[in-house]
């Protein structure tokens, strides 16, 4: 496996399910990103997770839950969530400021 | 707050020159980037400039940055079908690690 993984590819959910979004990065990167991209929107960053800061964006509900057990591994955890929540939810790590690598993303429908 | 506004779709013949344009409010954007998004991958960087420059050229794609109207764009020359995507614009501040992105550009190349 090489750059970025995300796994599912594609999750279908009821609103009261309990689902959990993970990303793999095998680039030896030191900062790892959650970002939502919804049609016709900005990319809108949710969580990042480095050596320096662990950034939450507050507008992020807490239905949603990072975990990021070590450098090269990044769940987001999914709970009660919402129609409005369906989106393609994409992973990107760095090492380098500013030099992303994204995954493919994980589209989540929510019925 | 940070705000970087994009046009969302653009037209083009093949062999034409495309020029995706992109403002950004922050004036403390040390760097600004544009990202690549192919149907149905995550995002992939392209190419970015520092702020003090005002030019950027590499092979087929020109960055041009006016930093007092906090003006990017990118041109395309020789717009091929392999270039139909959607481009993204994204600034970063000094020290941060995430980026602030747009809503993204859909470019459509003709044949």
């Known amino acids: 496996e090489t750059g970025v993984t995300q796994t599912p590819r594609h999750l279908v959910m009821g609103m009261t399910n309990k689902k959990s979004l993970k990303c793999e990065q095998h680039?030896?990167?030191?900062?790892m990103y959650w970002y939502k991209q919804s049609a016709k929107k900005p990319l809108e960053l949710m969580f990042v997770?480095?050596?320096?800061?662990?950034?939450e964006n507050n507008s992020v509900p807490s239905r949603f839950s990072p975990e990021c057990p070590n450098s090269s591994h990044l769940f987001l955890h999914l709970h009660t969530l919402q129609p409005e929540d369906s989106a393609l939810y994409l992973c990107?790590?760095?090492?380098?400021?500013?030099?992303?690598?994204f995954g493919e993303g994980s589209r989540l429908t929510v019925l | 707050g940070e705000d970087v506004e994009q046009s969302l779709f653009l037209s083009v013949r093949e062999g034409d020159s495309s020029v995706i344009n992109c403002t950004y409010t922050?004036?403390?954007?040390?760097?600004l980037y544009w990202y690549k998004q192919e149907p149905g991958a995550g995002l992939q960087l392209l190419t970015y400039?520092?702020?003090?420059?005002d030019m950027k050229q590499d092979q087929r794609l020109t960055v041009l940055l006016n930093k007092k109207d906090k003006h990017l764009s990118l041109r395309i020359a020789d717009t091929q079908t392999g270039d139909s995507a959607i481009y993204f614009c994204?600034?970063?501040?000094?020290?941060?690690?995430?980026?602030?992105f747009g809503s993204g550009t859909r470019l459509q190349v003709q044949p």
């Open positions: 994204a600034e970063a501040e000094t020290g941060r690690r995430a980026l602030t």
């Open positions: 990107a790590s760095s090492q380098v400021y500013g030099e992303l690598f």
């Open positions: 400039i520092f702020s003090n420059m």
């Open positions: 922050d004036s403390s954007s040390t760097y």
């Open positions: 680039l030896g990167h030191n900062a």
């Open positions: 997770y480095s050596l320096e800061e662990r950034v």
